[in-house]
Nanobody
Framework: QVQLVESGGGLVQAGGSLRLSCTPS????????MGWYRQAPGKQRELVAT???????NYGDPVKGRFTISRDNAKNMVYLQMNSLRPEDTAVYYC????????????WGQGTQVTVSS
């Protein structure tokens, strides 16, 4: 089992910045990749960014060039630096961990709200 806790969400004006953090606990050695996803009201959950244990990153098209995902392997934390925020970035942001411990499993956090005002 892996538990994920997100933090850092809030209200920000357009053009501003926020940094989200995700702290895993439990069987953290089973984690081989982590990522951020978001879901706006009435829309499907979408990819924001992912990062592997080796540091390989992948970004969704809407956030390329504005968001940066990073990880601190010593602290087992993952961060999402969000710059040049837009009202359309408003959503609940979820942390996800891809794990392998005999079988492949995905775990999700509870989510943190990000609201960007125009």
């Amino acid at each position: 089992q892996v538990q994920l806790v997100e933090s850092g969400g809030g209200l920000v004006q357009a053009g501003g910045s926020l940094r989200l953090s995700c702290t895993p606990s439990g069987n953290i050695f089973s984690i081989y990749a982590m990522g951020w996803y978001r879901q706006a009201p009435g829309k499907q959950r979408e990819l924001v960014a992912t990062i592997t244990r080796a540091g390989t990153t992948n970004y969704g098209d809407p956030v390329k060039g504005r968001f940066t995902i990073s990880r601190d392997n010593a602290k087992n934390m993952v961060y999402l630096q969000m710059n040049s925020l837009r009202p359309e970035d408003t959503a609940v942001y979820y942390c996800k961990a891809n794990c392998f411990d005999h079988i492949t499993r995905d775990y999700w956090g509870q989510g943190t709200q990000v609201t960007v005002s125009s």
